[in-house]
């Protein structure tokens, strides 16, 4: 197993089928009277937050708290951020307060892997979401979700599934590791988007791309819509939001064109009206509120893994230590 | 389990047919009559069998449970399921090893107000059962927490003892206590080895 979740390419099929199948057992734990876990009592992790989020961070945080970790949250507004600080002076502050793990996000892709490089930090560092780079996390519970509505079963991975990731690919690290993530898995990802935004190098991905939504959508067992990161976007990528949304956005028609088993998920948060119809989005074919549900089993799995033993390679100390 | 249980467990994976210096105590028929009498011991103590809840503890000890259940359920007249409780998360020497996989969780029936009936194959440091009991606390408040175990082979060290024992089986601390089940390793047997000896295999 990985000492630091960075990339969802870290992860091999072996690792990957780890997370999933210890993320099945923990989601038992959100249903019980006592949603907690002794495992990793004393354990400090710290959430930094450069860049805002809700469900991630929250989603981190819960996973933490139900683990028995202490949690300590920062975010760089209204931190010495603010004041000029660097990177690696926070994160020196951070392991000489005793963090355990690091989860990170960072408007800039590569961050994480600058503080797990550097160690500056001897705690575990895990990626939330590095500028448009990578979100390996979103990745396991997009895999997780899409594992129990279509194969049903752990130990098993996603072989032969057709899933079409739609939108705003450029600037989605969510994209990026899923395509990886999925890939490894041995399902099938086809990129739609518009030619503007599909990035430079795509066709070394391990994907298919088409900017055609309605040519992929008969053959797809799962469609991942992403947002239209207006935030990231400092020119024209298409001529009005009304011309992308009649292309590219998923509505009623278009869903009732996917079989009928198909699942639809979004990242969120969800720009209704853009990407997606509201009535696709509160329609019973819509896993999205499921996806969070899962994203906090996934993260207690990612978490338990890094930090519950002593490092090290598993299975190889199975025996002789005591 | 506790740690030096679970290093029995992956023997017994190993060296499943090379047992040269193993010695036999049970045999199939031998753990069949102490399953059947523990069965009888357990209604016989507690007289309704509807307040009772069996959890096997993974991953044999889910297998002896199952294996009670349906004994129970032949002399009860009804279907008696077994649960199981994976105890991984609740163990003293995590972070003595790496992470490992966690096992499924299987509780069949509410417990609050039940009997539980942990079941597990080796009896020995006492510490799963620890960890067992603390489990079991966070999933509701059971009238009273009973334990039965196929084999007990000592060297407790912690304040914890069996309520229903197919064998106690004195043993050294350097003896390994192997227990071989159909369900998950094609036969049933349970064997004594001297660990001096079976270091060889391993």
Known sequence: ?322 | MSASDDAERAGTARDHESGDAARTVLDEHDISRALTRITHEILERNRDSAGLVLLGIPTRGVHLARRIAERMSEVEQRTITAGALDITMYRDDLRLKPARALEHTEIPDDIDGKVVVLIDDVLFSGRTIRAALDALTELGRPKAVQLAVLIDRGHRELPIRADFVGKNLPTSLVEKVKVRLNESDGSDAVSITDSGRSEVSS
């Open chain 1, 1 to 322: 197993m990985i000492t630091n979740l960075l990339s969802a390419g870290d992860l091999d099929r072996t690792d990957a089928i780890r997370i999933l199948d210890t993320a099945e057992e923990l989601l038992g734990v959100a249903s019980r009277p006592i949603k907690k876990l002794p495992t990793l009592r004393g354990r400090t992790v710290v959430n930094l937050f450069f860049e805002d989020s809700t469900r991630t961070r929250i989603s981190f945080e819960a996973a933490a708290k139900r683990l028995s970790a202490d949690v300590i949250n920062f975010s760089a507004k209204g931190s010495s951020v603010s004041k000029g600080e660097s990177l690696k002076d926070t994160a020196l502050t951070l392991q000489a307060m005793g963090a355990d793990a690091v989860i990170i996000r960072h408007h800039s892709s590569g961050a994480p892997h600058r503080l797990a490089q550097a160690r500056w930090t001897k705690g575990a560092v895990i990626n939330a979401g590095d500028g448009t780079h990578e979100h390996p996390t979103q990745a396991l519970l997009d895999a997780f979700t899409m594992r129990r509505h279509l194969v049903e079963s752990t130990g098993t991975d996603l072989a032969g599934k057709n899933v079409t990731i739609v939108g705003d690919v450029l600037h989605s690290r969510v994209a990026r590791s899923n395509a990886l993530l999925l890939h490894t898995l041995g399902a099938h990802v086809t990129l739609v988007a518009p030619p503007t935004l599909l990035p430079v190098g795509v066709e070394h991905w391990p994907v298919e791309t088409s900017y055609d939504l309605d040519a992929s959508l008969e053959k797809a067992d799962a469609v991942m819509m992403l947002r239209v990161q207006a935030e990231r976007m400092n020119a024209s990528y298409f001529p009005s939001a009304r011309e992308y949304s009649r292309r590219y956005g998923l509505d009623t028609a278009r869903l009732g064109r996917l079989p009928s088993h198909a699942i639809v998920m979004h990242p969120g948060p969800m720009n209704r009206g853009m990407e997606i119809t509201a009535d696709v989005a509160d329609h019973v074919r819509s896993v999205i509120v499921e996806q969070v549900t899962n994203g906090v089993a996934v993260r207690m799995a990612v978490l338990y893994l890094l930090l519950g033993g002593a490092s090290g390679e598993p299975e190889a100390s199975e025996e002789g230590t005591s």
